[in-house]
């Protein structure tokens, strides 16, 4: 009897009404500890750590437009004739689908506005997703213990992409159909099954009959799903794992340096969701984009021209359009007497994307592999400071943009009044030299600023001032950096050339040989950081002592 009434006595009961419901749902979910648990995890605060939290917003939007937008979408491809609002398209035959993003345009209050978001925020996910992708590799994010969450995000950006080609294809009007008829002529070269796999997407010949219902269930469905399991396990790694931070005083590999989950950066990004919430509906409000009425609906005999897809998707047309298809370069093949074997159109649509791809899930193996570092790393770099790796960063960069480029060929051409053939010729040798052109003069760069902080560090920041000393020497006074800045430009990894070392049977493998060249290509160039013992000698220098009497014996004169 007496414990029941201590027990009582020791329950907390809340005073007010919402605390009272806060208090039987911590009672039956715990959500007390796992506030206490996550809620006091402390983040860092830089600019840059701001793109993942832009992809994920931009998700956000899109789901809740989205979601709006399939109450008034029929995917269908029955044929139907217009008979909405939109006078140019009265009696014209179309398919149901197309018929229906008509409506939503034109005749549902805030259709076309939330047409244009879902659009926006689609291609804000897949730049933001992007973007955050190279702050990630050109500061060494992904390295021990977060590869597994480099491989997350690449998945992510794979998804991003396939929600925006089959988004971009649902409402069947002639400018997606034109990307589907290439999507069928990629699927159909692929050998042997190729051409059932077309079958089957398609339900029959192309256009078939079922490929906007089957790339609607794609779209608001699965792709969907596997991208918010994505995000739970990026967003469960990142917590686990603790946040990673720019180097600077007090921060170190055991510890991160920012501010707490709650309320501080909740209440910040909170605020920076309505920010992005509001960038997007301006831009949906003010920029008409994908404008489907003025192509009309899909129909297989026409040719459009001047047309390009998304710039997502963009860059596998322009791998398409730079591919030479006649002599002496001949891609198709019939073997064995009855099977082609087109390589012409499978080689440009699957090749660049499985080299870039390939690449960026392989390579934070390729450099720990190459390196021999298997420790854990929460301090990121300056990119300046892995010259290497940030070439490589801008070569795919470069690789991608010439692609890109080329999607555009024939505008290029059309507006600067130019020949599409030189066009075509001149993106095909940058294809090659570009990416290569461009590891170099990133590397040259990023050499020259560590050679320039190295100098900075050691004599200080030119003033512009020219001093003469008591001897007569005229000498330019160096103001020393703060110790911040000095941190950060002292303070860095800088991996040496590991040699290719024997195992243990005393004989040196193949593959250490090759690992001891990749080495010496990524490291043979290093800087190395400022020692403290160089660093205490610089300061302590006769000259610097000589500046300083100088500039004292100015200062009292002036006064």
């Known amino acids: 009897m007496s414990t029941t009434t201590t027990d009582q006595r020791n329950t907390y009961v809340a005073p007010t009404a919402v605390g009272k419901m806060a208090d039987f749902v911590d009672q039956r979910v715990g959500g007390s500890a796992m506030v206490k648990e996550f809620g006091r995890k402390i983040f860092p605060d830089h600019w840059s750590f701001m793109f993942g939290e832009v ?60 047409r244009q978001v879902h659009h926006w925020a689609a291609l804000l996910f897949v730049a933001s997703n992007a973007v955050h992708m190279l702050r990630v590799f050109f500061t060494g994010a992904f390295r021990k213990p977060r590869e597994l969450n480099w491989v997350v995000g690449c998945v992510l950006l794979i998804l991003g992409l396939a929600a925006g080609f089959t988004g971009y294809s649902l409402p ?14 990629v699927i159909k070269a692929i050998p042997l099954v190729g051409t059932y796999i077309s079958f089957f997407l398609f339900g029959g010949e192309f256009p078939g009959t079922h490929i906007i219902s089957r790339l609607f269930t794609l779209h608001i469905l699965l792709i969907p799903a596997i991208i918010l399991l994505m995000i739970a396990v ?8 603790k946040h990673t931070q720019y180097p600077g005083p007090g921060r170190k590999e055991t510890n991160v340096v920012g501010y707490p989950v709650g309320p501080i950066y909740a209440a910040k990004a909170g605020g920076f969701f309505f920010i992005v919430f509001g960038v997007i509906a301006l831009m949906a409000a003010a920029f008409t984009i994908n404008p489907i009425w003025n192509y009309g609906p899909y129909d297989p005999s026409p040719v459009s021209a001047g047309t390009q897809p998304d710039w997502y998707i963009g860059w596998v047309d322009g791998a398409l359009r730079l591919m030479p298809g006649t002599w002496p370069w001949h891609w198709e093949f019939v073997l064995f ?28 193996w390729i450099e720990r592999w190459v390196t021999k570092d298997d420790r854990e790393h929460h301090i990121l770099d300056r990119p300046r400071n892995a010259p290497t790796r940030t070439a490589i960063g801008v070569a795919g960069v470069v690789y991608y943009c010439v692609l890109w480029a080329a999607a555009s060929s024939d505008l290029i051409a059309t507006h600067f009044h130019v020949s599409l053939n030189d066009v075509t010729y001149w993106l095909r040798a940058l294809f090659f030299i570009g990416p290569i052109l461009g590891f170099i003069v990133a590397r040259r760069i990023a050499l020259a600023l560590q050679r320039k902080d190295r100098e900075i560090a050691l004599h200080g920041r030119e003033t512009g001032r020219v001093v003469r000393l008591p001897h007569g020497e005229f000498i330019e006074v160096h103001e020393p950096v703060d110790r911040y800045r000095l941190y950060r430009m002292v303070n860095f990894d800088s991996p040496q050339v590991l040699e290719a070392r024997p195992g243990r049977n005393g004989k040196v493998s193949g593959a250490e040989r090759v690992r001891g060249r990749v080495s010496r290509f990524f490291f043979e160039d290093r800087v190395a950081p400022v020692t403290p013992a160089e660093l205490e000698a610089a300061h302590s220098h006769h000259g610097h002592d000589e500046i300083e009497t100088a500039e004292a014996e100015r200062a009292s004169i002036g006064r």
């Open 55 to 114: 992809a994920l917003y931009s998700f956000v939007i899109l789901l809740l437009s989205g979601t709006f937008l399939t109450f008034w979408f029929n995917p269908s491809m029955a044929e139907t004739h217009y008979a909405g609002s939109y006078v140019p398209m009265k009696g014209v035959e179309m398919s149901v689908a197309y018929q229906s993003s008509l409506d939503i345009s034109f005749d549902i209050r805030g259709g076309l506005f939330m």
């Open 172 to 185: 069947d009007d002639l400018l997606s159909g034109n990307g589907l008829r290439i999507i069928d002529g």
């Open 234 to 241: 990026h967003l469960f790694m990142v917590v686990l794992h």
């Open 337 to 364: 007497g009855n099977w082609t074997l087109t390589l012409n159109v499978l080689l440009p649509a699957l090749g660049p994307a499985l080299v870039l791809f390939t690449v960026m899930f392989l390579y934070p």
